[in-house]
């Protein structure tokens, strides 16, 4: 109907302001528009008069003879139709523009600086390292750490992101860790403030700092929100709850995700475990605990360092244990030279590492030079015993003496190293490190004598090793003192197959356990000595003792010939007492001799006479020591308990022999049993799973040690601690935008923020003397312009 008002609004841009000749606005504030006016006619006449006045326009151009194309004519069109508009809904129904001052809107940065931030992501992709670091660097920082990256998005070519939003909003700045704080200031101190802040808070609540935002300007709520953040948030509530509650308030939330989403990546080495004093040039076991997070699969290389001088003295390949587990990990090396040494045993770091500081582990290990003495016993001259007292006679770390029962009377005193009869006293034996027992006829053996030897295993904590053959032993020793300390059952070994030759030869096959055991390393590495097992030549003749007892532990069998536990055992060990028990059902290991000298098989027997006789190094020394890994762990996390005893003679004789007590205050007392390791018998270990939350305390209970008893302490904490999170929450960030109808950005696309800004609500405020639009200078201009425009244009094609 006539006089319909009609109307339209915004905000007026600074350039109008000035054409206008409006007083600019201050700052946080800005100028709105509103353009009212009424119909002069009805509305139905004036769509008609367009309708007629666009028909005829075209009609008359589209008619006009003249070399003008039709995109000109189109141009002509466009002119005389801006001409008709201006004066029917100009000027026709007195457009009038109404001015007011007014609030800009408010925008928000809220500014993760808690201690995640501080990591510094290795990225895969090299162009985007290579991006990041060139950014980071301009801005004036050097680590392209995620607190860095937040920095620079808002400081770099001179804080142009916080210009362009202040152009259109009133901008604050929170920054957000365990509290909110606002950071006030004009744009110049913002960029010093945004320079100079830390990511050192403990804890990170963003959730509650979205709160904090909104019901600090419950009256005026922002436009948006834009967070920079890795989303990890560490207690209250989380993000996307917090961006639920932003959605009722109308105020979306833009996230900027920091950091790297992938699983973080770390290799870590834990609990090295190696003796503290060993022989000089013999195979000496460093083992530990690798942890692979991120690197599931893939082949990493660990290697062993004189840390002093930073000489790598050993290496090995080893896979990261496919499902992330924990996993044992070894390195075989010999030292050459005697003294007291610090080895440090590394696990190379990988690309992406997100931590390098704890793949390297080391221990102080003291090298001697101990000459061990031996005493061999055999009835007979055997191919065994003649290569075995050859070569222990030339090795000067050895001070051999041999009894040879069938030996003359002048046998003796021809030998220097021989004996005329077997050690009767208990003194006499004692002096004695290892004892290699082969073929002997019980016979001249007092049942006194029989029970020394295994005092001198039990008590002592001796080496005795037995050289299986086909007259005596083991058969002989059934019902005997001796018999207690075989680690087979000699009631079970058939009489009739006790000399029995194999027509066709047969290769040794070490056992998972004889590959990790230190008298089964021939070779440098664990794949060299693989390989010389396979290849050594073949044996013909060994006893069938199908039996094992419960102790015993089989590092070689047979190929394929079944026993009660696998193959047939043919080097089987076992702890008896203080002291350790090694059989051999073969005696035929001068074989390796074979086309390579005593190479293979002096190796083999100098280590196993070292390994039996460890207990010459171990002094006096009776203490033991309970280790946990780690002892600050997270809910749900597993510990690792160790308890070592320096002195293993002192170690419980069986495998499962130490037991922990593990007390919670509140709760009940649990108990844990430890196992022996595979390798060293004075180490038993146990895992503690999944522990509930809080502070327990372990000790020793079993077995009973003097003086008071050895314990750990283990906290268990929950939630997880800021710091031990790394990996990028994004998921948390898309959900908090999608919730809140914002929009979650990398950090690379985030230079669209302030165009993406929503237009957010003004707050009007004084109001300004209004503009005749129908009526001005610029309106009169405006039309003149027109018609000019199109009069030069209809010239210029000879239209006139």
């Known amino acids: 109907m006539v006089g319909e008002s009609i109307g339209m609004s915004g905000t007026v841009p600074s350039w109008l302001e000035w054409l206008l000749g409006i007083d600019p606005s201050g700052s946080g504030e800005g100028t709105l528009w509103t353009v009212r006016g009424s119909l002069a006619w009805e509305l139905w006449a004036i769509l008609l008069m367009v309708a007629f006045a666009v028909g005829w326009v075209v009609y008359f151009y589209v008619r006009e003879v003249s070399e003008a194309g039709w995109r000109y004519r189109a141009m002509l069109v466009t002119i005389r139709l801006g001409a008709i508009f201006l004066v029917a809904f100009v000027m026709l129904s007195e457009l009038i523009v109404f001015l007011q001052r007014s609030e800009l809107p408010y925008a928000v940065i809220l500014v993760d600086v808690s201690a995640s931030m501080d990591l510094a992501d290795r990225f895969d992709d090299e162009e985007l390292r290579e991006e990041l670091d060139r950014r980071v660097r301009a801005a004036g920082m050097d680590r392209v750490t995620r607190m860095n990256l937040a920095k620079t998005l808002l400081i770099e070519n001179d804080g142009q992101l916080l210009e362009e939003i202040e152009k259109r909003y009133k901008l604050r700045i929170y920054f957000v860790a365990s509290a909110t704080r606002v950071q006030s200031g004009e744009r110049s101190e913002l960029v010093e403030s945004i320079r100079a802040v830390e990511p050192t808070g403990q804890n990170s609540r963003l959730g509650q700092g979205i709160r904090t935002v909104l019901g600090d300007l419950r009256g005026t709520p922002p436009a948006a929100i834009i967070l920079l953040s890795d989303g990890i948030n560490t207690d209250g509530e989380t993000i996307s709850k917090a961006a639920a509650y932003a959605r009722r308030k109308n105020v979306p939330l833009l996230t900027v995700g920091l950091g790297s989403d992938q699983p973080p990546r770390n290799l870590r080495l834990s609990d090295l475990l190696v003796d503290e004093m060993v022989f000089v040039n013999d195979a000496v076991y460093f083992e530990a605990t690798l942890r692979g997070a991120g690197f599931e699969g893939r082949e990493v290389e660990i290697v062993l360092k004189d840390k002093k001088s930073g000489d790598v003295l050993a290496r090995t390949t080893v896979r990261v244990d496919a499902k992330g587990q924990p996993q044992k990990v070894r390195i075989v090396y010999r030292p050459t030279q005697t003294g007291q040494f610090e080895y440090e045993m590394e696990v190379r770091p990988m690309a992406a590492e997100i931590n390098d500081r704890d793949n390297a582990r080391s221990k102080i290990v003291t090298v001697r030079k101990e000459q061990i003495r031996v005493l061999l016993v055999q009835n007979y001259p055997s191919y065994e015993y003649r290569y075995l007292k050859h070569m222990l006679e030339r090795d000067s770390t050895i001070e051999l003496n041999v009894v040879l029962q069938d030996a003359d009377r002048e046998y003796a005193e021809l030998d220097k190293s021989a004996l005329r009869v077997f050690p009767v006293s208990r003194e006499e034996l004692f002096k004695y490190d290892c004892i290699i027992f082969g073929d002997v006829d019980p016979t001249p053996l007092t049942s006194t004598i029989m029970q020394n030897i295994a005092d001198f295993v039990q008590i002592k904590g001796g080496g005795l090793a037995f050289i299986c053959g086909p007259r005596y032993t083991p058969l002989r020793y059934a019902r005997t003192p001796l018999a207690d300390l075989f680690p087979i059952e000699v009631s079970d070994v058939p009489p009739k197959r006790s000399q029995q030759v194999y027509s066709e030869g047969f290769v040794v096959r070490v056992t998972d356990l004889g590959r990790i055991s230190p008298t089964m390393q021939l070779g440098d590495t664990s794949s060299q000595t693989a390989d010389i097992w396979a290849n050594l030549p073949q044996l013909y003749w060994m006893i069938d003792a199908p039996t094992l007892?419960?102790?015993?532990?089989?590092?070689?069998?047979?190929?394929?010939?079944?026993?009660?536990?696998?193959?047939?055992?043919?080097?089987?060990?076992?702890?008896?007492?203080?002291?350790?028990?090694?059989?051999?059902?073969?005696?035929?290991?001068?074989?390796?001799?074979?086309?390579?000298?005593?190479?293979?098989?002096?190796?083999?027997?100098?280590?196993?006479?070292?390994?039996?006789?460890?207990?010459?190094?171990?002094?006096?020394?009776?203490?033991?020591?309970?280790?946990?890994?780690?002892?600050?762990?997270?809910?749900?996390?597993?510990?690792?308990?160790?308890?070592?005893?320096?002195?293993?003679?002192?170690?419980?004789?069986?495998?499962?022999?130490?037991?922990?007590?593990?007390?919670?205050?509140?709760?009940?007392?649990?108990?844990?049993?430890?196992?022996?390791?595979?390798?060293?018998?004075?180490?038993?270990?146990?895992?503690?799973?999944?522990?509930?939350?809080?502070?327990?305390?372990?000790?020793?209970?079993?077995?009973?040690?003097?003086?008071?008893?050895?314990?750990?302490?283990?906290?268990?904490?929950?939630?997880?601690?800021?710091?031990?999170?790394?990996?990028?929450?994004?998921?948390?960030?898309?959900?908090?935008?999608?919730?809140?109808?914002?929009?979650?950005?990398?950090?690379?696309?985030?230079?669209?923020?302030?165009?993406?800004?929503?237009?957010?609500?003004?707050?009007?405020?004084?109001?300004?003397?209004?503009?005749?639009?129908?009526?001005?200078?610029?309106?009169?201009?405006?039309?003149?312009?027109?018609?000019?425009?199109?009069?030069?244009?209809?010239?210029?094609?000879?239209?006139?």
């Open 549 to 800: 007892k419960p102790a015993a532990r089989v590092l070689a069998t047979h190929p394929t010939r079944p026993g009660s536990r696998g193959p047939l055992p043919l080097i089987v060990m076992q702890y008896v007492g203080a002291g350790k028990v090694l059989m051999h059902l073969t005696d035929e290991t001068w074989r390796w001799r074979f086309r390579v000298g005593d190479v293979f098989f002096a190796r083999y027997w100098v280590q196993t006479i070292r390994y039996l006789s460890r207990s010459k190094l171990l002094g006096k020394n009776r203490t033991v020591e309970l280790t946990v890994d780690p002892s600050d762990v997270q809910h749900g996390e597993s510990v690792r308990l160790r308890a070592r005893f320096f002195d293993e003679r002192t170690a419980p004789v069986a495998d499962d022999g130490v037991t922990i007590i593990l007390q919670r205050e509140g709760h009940p007392d649990r108990r844990l049993t430890l196992h022996r390791n595979a390798t060293s018998r004075g180490v038993f270990e146990g895992v503690l799973s999944h522990p509930s939350q809080g502070t327990y305390h372990a000790w020793i209970v079993s077995p009973t040690l003097e003086g008071k008893p050895r314990s750990v302490t283990i906290n268990v904490d929950s939630p997880k601690h800021e710091s031990q999170r790394t990996q990028m929450d994004k998921l948390e960030l898309i959900r908090a935008a999608k919730v809140s109808g914002g929009k979650f950005y990398r950090f690379s696309e985030a230079t669209d923020l302030a165009d993406d800004l929503p237009e957010g609500r003004a707050i009007p405020m004084d109001a300004l003397p209004p503009w005749l639009m129908w009526c001005s200078w610029l309106a009169l201009v405006l039309f003149l312009s027109l018609l000019v425009a199109e009069w030069l244009l209809r010239k210029k094609k000879g239209m006139l």
